[in-house]
Nanobody, 126 residues
Framework: QVQLVESGGGLVQAGGSLRLSCAAS????????MGWFRQAPGKEREFVAG????????LYADSVKGRFTISRDNSKNTVYLQMASLRPEDTAVYYC???????????????????WGQGTQVTVSS
């Protein structure tokens, strides 16, 4: 069982920055592929960014490329999402997710992930 706890959400003006954190339980965090997703009201949950086990590769949605950066610290069992140049359309609940299978591959579908956090609200005002 893996528990994920997000933090760092809040209200920010357009153009501002936020850093989200996701702390994971367990002793095998370095074996998980980690992802960030978001869900806006009335919309489906969508992929934002993912990172392989030892940070050897990352993947971003086109909508956030160049503005968001995913990173991880395996010694702290934590994955981060640094968000810059925020826009009102970035407003959503942000979720981190863990893929614990043996493939070190970044999935973009929610079905690729086994465990989810409870989410943290990010609101960007115009």
């Amino acid at each position: 069982q893996v528990q994920l706890v997000e933090s760092g959400g809040g209200l920010v003006q357009a153009g501002g920055s936020l850093r989200l954190s996701c702390a994971a339980s367990g002793r095998t965090f370095s074996t998980y592929v980690m992802g960030w997703f978001r869900q806006a009201p009335g919309k489906e949950r969508e992929f934002v960014a993912g990172i392989k086990r030892n940070s050897e590769s990352t993947l971003y949605a086109d909508s956030v490329k160049g503005r968001f950066t995913i990173s991880r610290d395996n010694s702290k069992n934590t994955v981060y999402l640094q968000m810059a140049s925020l826009r009102p359309e970035d407003t959503a609940v942000y979720y981190c997710a863990a893929d614990v299978d043996w493939l070190n591959r970044i999935g973009v579908l929610t079905s690729a992930y086994d465990y989810w956090g409870q989410g943290t609200q990010v609101t960007v005002s115009s």
